[in-house]
């Protein structure tokens, strides 16, 4: 769990400003942790997909792709 987690999970009883003061934690910094979950959780789907995709193109190929094939017939799209 990380700080910024305690802060979320605790911020009803006890306040953002209360918590972040005693965890040394700017609020900005935690409410810009907030306003980016949703991006989080696209980019760990993203990579639990490839890893998926990774893992079939290993298995087809009866384990004997290496890193330099899986990236050849992998296709991966870069997002920023």
Known sequence: MSRFEFVADHRGAFG???LCTVLNLSRSGFYRWLKTAPARAAKKAAD???TRRIRQVHAESGRTYGAKRITEVTPVVWTL
């Open 48 to 50: 639990a997909a490839l």
């Open 16 to 18: 953002v400003k209360r």
